[in-house]
């Protein structure tokens, strides 16, 4: 008959309240916990926001060194010497060939005035080279690389184009760079895991603490019938919005702690220091330390609880 439900249809509408009530008694729950242990649940917060800033201030001194580290390779150019036979138009053409050459970004061509002119605009006392032929000079490119750590083999290949005399830079101050460029990558990478791992250990055992109090109450809630999963999932999400508020706060905290450095850096009149803006790595910070905040606080409250729990 219309308008009469079945008794499959009931019991599927009777699930759906019952989960609803359930999930609602479950957050309800979560935060009353908060509030009614508030002293341990604002250590958690606290502790969170602690590591997670000193783990992203190291992850932004990393990049900014990377950064400043990749702004010195960049001005680390090659300089191909063409033959003096050729003439400047025939000179200017290798320039397609060379824009060619794998592992090159960029190529500027320079002649024989040009690079005179900026020779002795660099000397103190330039008058001595007035009169000076820049005919005794060669056209030639700068070439700005890609990867400084290939810079050996993009010399070879610059060598073997037809009308380049020689090529010439500087391979001591580039494998310097990739050095020093690989040894920071490791040290922030080893420093950041470490970090990473004390954290975990200390918030976790914040969250055992403050289950730990509340023992009695899960052991009551065991005698009078309750399931696991109906225990365990109002610490859950106490775990997940601990965790959650203090991943946010640890963001805020960061993003105005960076904003006030960069503002100091500036006024000190630090130009040679260019540091990243945040914008450049707020979304993988923000979702990193959203991940680290929810893993500690769901993962921290479902092992603390599983001591509890067993029969």
Known sequence: MAGVLSATEWMGITTMKLSRNRTGYFIKEGFSSIFNHSLMSFASICIIVA??????????????INAIIGDLESENIILAYVNEYLPEHEARALGAQLSRTP?????EFI???????????????????????????????SIFVDDVELISETMRDISAVYGIERVNANLTIAQAMVQLRNVVTIVSIVIIVVLLIISLFIMSNTIKLATYERREEIAIMRMVGATNSFIRWPFVTEGFILGFAGSMLAFVSLFGLYGLLAGR?????AFFVNLLPFSNVQIPILLLFATIGFGVGVGGSTLALNRYLRV
């Open 51 to 64: 590591f997670l800033l000193i783990i992203g201030s190291f992850i932004l001194i990393s990049v900014n």
């Open 103 to 107: 592992n090159v970004n960029r190529v």
């Open 111 to 141: 002649t024989r005035e040009q690079a005179l002119y900026r020779f002795v605009g660099r000397l103190d006392d330039s008058a001595r080279f007035e009169g000076i032929d820049s005919t005794w000079l060669r056209h030639r490119f």
């Open 265 to 269: 850096v500036y006024n000190f009149g």
